[in-house]
């Protein structure tokens, strides 16, 4: 079946339907992904709601999908533009075409578009939203019209949990504020021994401070960050009560919110498994998981509260803070990777020892 995608802006970009098709058509933000592998790991990221995700690397589908590869309970994008999908993947473990997959999930594909021109135009002309549409051809103004009047919702509502719920048993205990969290957080959390309490996004402060923390974890997930309005006054509640606090992606702006900062919409965003960013302590880089299109304004913290901790190397932006006297960090990129290199795993090692120094020194007084 023919299908196009169509941009506010009125540009079409032409190719066949696969997966499910959108008998009404599917709005969404236009974003595109620079990773050349991944992409069941991207499609079930919550960060990802609301969009339409463009996969630049031109081969998509080749190994199939696999559940246990699922980064949450479903697939979250609002379509999947390709260049060329794989009917036939090959894999010794046998898995499932892309086509199937996305058509159980209810979400349109669209292969044989020109990705290269089209992330041209979103690099240059930046974020979009679009339109996709399947059958046979409607009036591209009439589809850029519906693109312009979509509105993505309250997308952190729709992909948090619905109620708290206890992921792992251990030391020291993690409650962890699902905001879209990829499933990896919490599992590489309980691999390092931590129990982990998964909450809503609705969670107060005083239903987090119940669980009795030894930290809390700000997880990833979609949208302007300024409009979860809520999470700041819980944040500096936990600030207040000098609990250990590790942001990130979204976690990181709202933690940069709490303390003062101002974020801004980026033109196009960083998404991919390839983006170099530097620590500025040591000097030393590492190549991150990047899935955002918003960031923290440099110059809108207070130097002499918050540090910045790492830089993008593409761009200079704020890829990461500390608190100069509170036990609380953050970073832009995803160190759960998923897909993606696990140079900064580490860091949940660093969180945990600021939660176990709080639990010493909770068990002495």
Not at 149 to 178: C, M, N, Q, Y
Not at 294 to 321: C, R
Request: net charge negative; with cysteine.
């Amino acid at each position: 079946m023919e299908g196009r995608l169509v941009l506010e802006d009125g540009s079409s970009y032409e190719g066949e339907v696969f997966g499910a098709a959108p008998a009404a058509g599917a709005c969404g933000e236009v974003v595109f992904n620079t990773g050349m592998t991944g992409y069941q790991e991207v499609l079930t990221d919550p960060s990802y709601a609301g969009q339409i995700v463009v996969m630049t690397y031109p081969l998509i589908g080749n190994y199939g999908t696999a559940q246990d590869e699922a980064e949450s309970r479903r697939p979250w994008v609002r379509g999947f533009v390709v260049r060329e999908y794989c009917e036939e993947p090959s894999h010794w473990g046998g898995r499932g075409p892309l086509d199937a997959y996305l058509r159980q999930a209810g979400i349109c594909g669209l292969a044989g578009v020109d990705t290269r021109s089209l992330t041209r135009h979103l690099r240059r002309f930046g974020t979009v939203r679009g339109v996709l549409h399947s059958g046979p051809a409607a009036d591209p103004q009439a589809l850029a019209e519906q693109a312009r009047a979509w509105r993505p919702g309250d997308l952190i509502a729709e992909v948090s949990a619905p109620a708290a719920s206890e992921f792992s048993k251990g030391s020291p205990h993690v409650v962890l504020v699902d905001y879209g969290a990829k499933a990896n957080i919490a599992r590489t959390l309980a691999a390092l021994g931590a129990g982990v309490t998964i909450v809503p996004a609705s969670a107060t402060a005083d239903q987090l401070l119940a669980f009795h923390p030894d930290g809390v974890l700000l997880s990833n997930g979609p949208g302007d960050p300024r409009v979860v309005r809520g999470a700041l006054p819980v944040i500096q509640t936990l600030l207040a009560e000098r609990l250990p606090l590790f942001g990130i992606c979204l976690g990181h702006q709202l933690l940069g919110l709490a303390l003062g900062g101002r974020t801004e919409k980026m033109l196009f965003g960083h998404r991919g498994v390839n983006h170099p960013v530097v620590d500025l302590r040591t000097g030393r880089g590492a190549i991150t998981t990047q899935n955002h299109g918003y960031a923290l304004l440099a110059g809108s913290l207070d130097p002499g509260l918050v540090e910045i901790t790492h830089k993008n190397l593409n761009d200079g932006s704020i890829e990461g803070l500390r608190h100069r006297s509170l036990p609380a960090f953050s970073v832009q990129y995803h160190p759960e990777a998923c897909p993606g290199p696990g140079d900064s795993y580490p860091l949940f090692d660093d969180f945990l020892d600021l939660c176990r120094a709080r639990r010493t020194k909770a068990a002495a007084r």
